[in-house]
């Protein structure tokens, strides 16, 4: 079973208008949970992450999450898209293996921003 | 600066044989990963290491072999069992502090077949 979900694939958004991605997560407790942005050709970057505490997390770049447990959403915003955010995003969420203190990364498949002028 | 290397950016795997990836990381990390990225299909797991010569199995692990003999290196060969080699290959690190601490990544090694 997929541990986590992207339902967009791909989102187009004007410079300067507000970006939500969504992203849902499937696992009984509260997981650890990451939001990271990979340019064409380039590995991942950490945009920020949620472990537990307040909510509204905020990372670099001017982007902010929110999880909701009831929702068992942490979707990731900005109020102000930039044309240098085109990039694509992924969520992705720590679980340990069984037996392990080693928490494994899985990731959703990705949401690609495209950023018109 | 503190960070991971992956070598090199470009790789092309000719019929049956066997090519490596090299991974080299100076941010003390214990823990290291190679991660397989496919299109539209996120980042699958292929062998993870949390300790000097032991290494684990992920969820993609067929038609690929890696050591750890150093901490700072974590190379991924592909073999000539691998039949789809074709994909980006990122290799990533994170501290065992604690479950929860964050992987940092490698700019990726794009491997091509010839």
């Known amino acids: 079973a997929q541990s986590v979900t992207q339902p967009d694939i791909h989102i187009t958004v004007s410079e300067g208008a507000s970006l939500e991605l969504r992203c849902n997560y499937s696992?009984?407790?509260?997981?650890?949970l990451f939001w990271y942005v990979q340019s064409p050709g380039q590995g991942l970057q950490l945009l920020l992450k949620?472990?537990?505490?307040?909510?509204l997390v905020q990372g670099i770049k001017g982007f902010e999450a929110e999880f909701k447990r009831s929702q068992s959403s942490f979707n990731l915003r900005k109020p102000s898209v930039h044309w240098s955010d085109a990039a694509e995003y992924f969520c992705?969420?720590?679980?340990?293996?069984?037996?392990?203190?080693?928490?494994?990364?899985?990731f959703g498949r990705g949401t690609q921003l495209t950023v018109w002028p | 600066d503190g960070g991971i290397t992956q070598s090199p950016k470009y790789l092309f795997r000719k019929e049956g044989q066997n090519v490596t990836l090299s991974c080299e990381q100076n941010?003390?990390?214990?823990?290291m990963y190679w991660y397989r990225q496919d299109p539209g299909q996120g980042l699958r797991l292929i062998y993870y290491?949390?300790?000097?010569?032991?290494?684990q199995k992920g969820d993609i692990a067929e038609g690929y072999s890696v050591s750890r003999e150093k901490k700072e290196s974590f190379p991924l060969t592909v073999t000539s069992a691998q039949k789809n080699p074709t994909a980006f290959y990122l290799c990533?690190?994170?501290?065992?502090?604690?479950?929860?601490?964050?992987?940092?990544f490698g700019d990726g090694t794009r491997l091509s077949i010839l």
């Open positions: 992705a969420v720590v679980l340990l293996d069984r037996g392990s203190t080693l928490g494994r990364l899985y």
């Open positions: 941010l003390n990390h214990d823990a």
């Open positions: 949620y472990f537990s505490g307040d909510t």
């Open positions: 290491s949390q300790i000097v010569n032991d290494f």
């Open positions: 696992y009984g407790a509260t997981p650890y």
């Open positions: 990533a690190s994170s501290s065992l502090d604690r479950s929860n601490q964050p992987q940092h």
